[in-house]
Nanobody
């Protein structure tokens, strides 16, 4: 079965850090760009970051630039999202998914959600004091 499994979420205080993992099963990540998305209650799903397959280029939305870092370990078939200096507005369920290549405008991630496949079940991140 082709799927992603996200993990690493939890409850953290503002200013804290978490590292999310996105493990693929049933296929290899090597040929795919991987995006991280999030969805807060009552809001639309929002693309957060993307990492390309070929050169490992990374892209972020403006609100997480300088705080989040996406990386991949193809040997482990896993993509990570290191989140630092977390804010209450980062609270959401976080998901990963695969696509052919990252889309961007300038240096900013410009996600086209409909181009992504193999969505996982998500991991909850709650930032609260």
């Amino acid at each position: 079965q082709v799927q992603f499994v996200e993990s690493g979420g939890g409850l953290v205080q503002p200013g804290g850090s978490l590292r999310l993992s996105c493990a693929a099963s049933g296929f290899t990540l090597d040929d795919y760009a991987i995006g991280w998305f999030r969805q807060a209650p009552g809001k639309e799903r929002e693309g957060v970051s993307c990492i390309d397959s070929s050169h490992g280029s990374t892209y972020y939305i403006d609100s997480v630039k300088g705080r989040f870092t996406i990386s991949r370990n193809n040997a482990k078939n896993t993509v990570y999202l290191q989140m630092n200096n977390l804010k209450p507005e980062d609270t959401a369920a976080y998901y990963c998914a695969a696509t052919s290549h990252c889309t961007f405008f300038g240096s900013t991630y410009y996600p086209l959600t409909y181009k992504y496949n193999y969505w996982g079940q998500g991991t909850q991140v709650t930032v609260s004091s």
